[in-house]
């Protein structure tokens, strides 16, 4: 028998390879000895699928008759990442109580007029293997939802709903209140200070006005914030010229189809302005100084608690993301660089930046020197934050202040290029994901009205 299906085996070799082939390649063995650069005698030759030039890379953008743009990115695969980005923040509560876009970003997908609760929208997600989230920038307001691509009719439909056709109930807006009492708690007992940190700084750097104004709504204004101010600032700002339908992984002409059938001729349920009381006013840097003393020796207890650091933001005013100076500025802050003294790496993650090099490596006493560079349409913040234990604040402003004065001298060619290297393979890795890819080309569409390939920007850092 075994004798039998062996031969069978020899047999059914020389059928595939032919007798020639097999005595060639046959070294005996239980495999033809071929080499694996060598194409297999007798298989076809491979045809593989190719792409027309740039033409799938492209971002494709369509103004429907209201104003409102519908961009899309094609990307191959089962899910998509589709979302409303609204040109809303909290630079635009000028001649409101502040704290709104703080609010709208929690009462997001919550009841509206075609879903009863939170519960039955994600629910009706979970058909498509979907998930949603709502978030709130300085300048930008962003819903966006993931799901499968034959669910994108439900998904634009419930985006628009979610946008839109908001129920904003009392006991919905009593549960946010809530929320963002325990947000605002939690803050400031957070033993990592960068989020209180970079608000502080925008505090610092425009004092009062636009980017300055408080992310977070402040504890007074968590009561004041009701039904009539929300649907008084939304008439205001969300209106069709100033969003964008933003959509990965979809075709462009069923987007705009999507986008005409729930979105053109939708009336939301806060009604229209005649003239709408848009706040266009310009970032104003005024600099200071804002400073906050906190006792945290009972946030951290037990046998090894947290040492109490004195932590400082120190930041200069760049330029706005609409500039040329703005690729530079981020090739500034990546040989910057820094990060916390405990991490542990290579070249791949910074240790060859200005701020280990400079800072951490030589302090000891230094637990974290890191650069940050916050951009908006009209400024920007190039910022370094540093950690010490408290005995050490004056020495630990002199040393970050000296890295900013040392920033306007020259910089050596290895330092440039390994900085820009960096950047073009964040930016790459980054846009890698479909979530990612989707705000990029949301953001840029709602402030320029076009996009930047990626393959644009890497130029323009080289």
Same mark, same amino acid.
């Given at each position: ?5 062996? /031969? ?44 027309? =030039? ?11 008759? !209201? ?22 923040? *909290? ?14 970003? %929690? ?29 709130? *920038? ?38 946010? /209140? ?28 425009? /004092? =009062? ?18 039904? !009539? ?72 207890? =037990? ?33 910057? =660089? ?32 890191? *650069? ?57 890795? !980054? ?20 996009? %930047? ?10």
């Amino acid at each position: 028998m075994a004798t039998h299906m062996s /031969r069978c085996r020899t047999w059914s070799r020389v059928q595939r390879f032919g007798i020639a082939a097999y005595r060639k390649y046959s070294s005996g063995g239980r495999y033809p000895n071929i080499s694996l650069s060598a194409p297999l005698p007798g298989i076809p030759k491979p045809v593989f699928a190719s792409v027309d =030039g740039q033409e799938k890379y492209e971002t494709k953008i369509t103004t429907l008759e !209201n104003g409102l743009k519908v961009a899309s990115q094609n990307k191959f695969g089962q899910f998509c990442t589709v979302g409303i980005l609204v040109n809303s923040g *909290s630079r635009h509560e000028t001649k409101y109580p502040s704290g709104i876009a703080h609010f709208v970003e %929690k009462l997001a997908f919550s009841s509206t007029a075609q879903y009863g609760s939170k519960d039955e929208i994600l629910l009706t997600l979970e058909k498509h293997g979907g998930i949603c989230d709502c978030q709130t *920038s300085r300048d930008t307001t962003m819903y966006a939802v993931s799901a499968e691509v034959k669910g994108l009719d439900t998904v634009v439909s419930l985006l628009s709903d979610a946008v839109l056709q908001p129920r904003l109930l009392d006991d919905e807006i009593e549960m946010t /209140r809530m929320a963002v009492r325990f947000e605002l708690e939690d803050l400031n007992m957070r033993p990592d200070p960068e989020p209180l940190l970079t608000e502080m700084i925008h505090a610092a750097a425009y /004092r =009062g006005n636009t980017v300055g104004l408080p992310r977070f709504c402040p504890v007074d204004n968590v009561d004041k914030i009701d039904k !009539n101010v929300l649907h008084s600032y939304l008439r205001n700002y969300y209106c069709p010229e100033r969003m964008v339908l933003a959509g990965v992984g979809i075709e462009h002409e069923q987007l705009v189809e999507c986008a005409r059938k729930y979105l053109l001729d939708v009336k939301p349920v806060w009604g229209t302005s005649a003239v709408a009381s848009v706040d266009l006013s310009v970032a104003q840097y005024t600099g200071g100084i804002v400073k906050m003393e906190k006792d945290m020796s009972d946030v951290s207890l =037990g046998p090894t608690p947290i040492p109490e650091l004195t932590h400082i933001m120190i930041g200069l005013e760049s330029c706005s993301f609409l500039e040329d100076d703005f690729i530079p500025f981020a090739v500034l802050n990546m040989m910057m =660089g820094g990060g916390g003294s405990f991490s542990a790496g290579g070249p791949g993650k910074g240790m060859f930046t200005r701020l280990y090099l400079n800072v951490l490596n030589r302090h000891h006493w230094m637990y974290n020197a890191t *650069s940050y560079h916050h951009s908006y349409e009209d400024s920007g913040l190039l910022c370094i934050h540093a950690s010490a234990d408290p005995r050490q604040v004056r020495e630990m402003v002199e040393i970050i202040t000296r890295e900013f004065i040392q920033m306007a001298g020259s910089a050596g060619e290895m330092e440039l290029e390994r900085a820009k290297t960096q950047l073009k393979s964040m930016l790459m890795m !980054n846009l890698e994901s479909r979530p990612v890819i989707f705000e990029d080309v949301g953001r840029q569409v709602l402030s320029t009205g076009k996009r %930047k390939l990626p393959h644009e920007l890497c130029d323009l850092i080289s």
